[in-house]
């Protein structure tokens, strides 16, 4: 049975992840680790529309993945953002997918062949 109280929406969900430190089984996360998870999560909500989770299927999973790929233009530098940048933003993103998909709070199922979608992050001339 889920939880759902609030809207099920993308940033919701992001929200409840930034803010999730694992269970008791599970190793706790620490003030820093959450600290950083929560500021790749105010950039993927920058980037993101907040849809509803319904609309989370795997054409706009691939579509979220694809903009970290290609290295979207940072609003703070006017440049791409770095590849270390990219790449553990896109980390990030595949760990939620992967805390939503076994989340009791939401009701949201992993699309299938998700996993086998390439995250290789593209190399620009200056790297």
Known sequence: MTKDLEPATLHAALDAYAEDSGTEAKRRISASIRNRRRGIVERLKLFHDDIPLAQLDLDECIAM???????????????PFAASTAK?????????????DTSEQFAWKSPSHLGQVSRRVRRLPGD
């Open 65 to 79: 993945i694809e903009i970290w790929k290609d290295r979207p233009v940072s609003t703070r530098t006017g440049r």
């Open 88 to 100: 553990s933003t896109l980390s990030q993103l595949i760990q939620f997918l992967g805390w939503l």
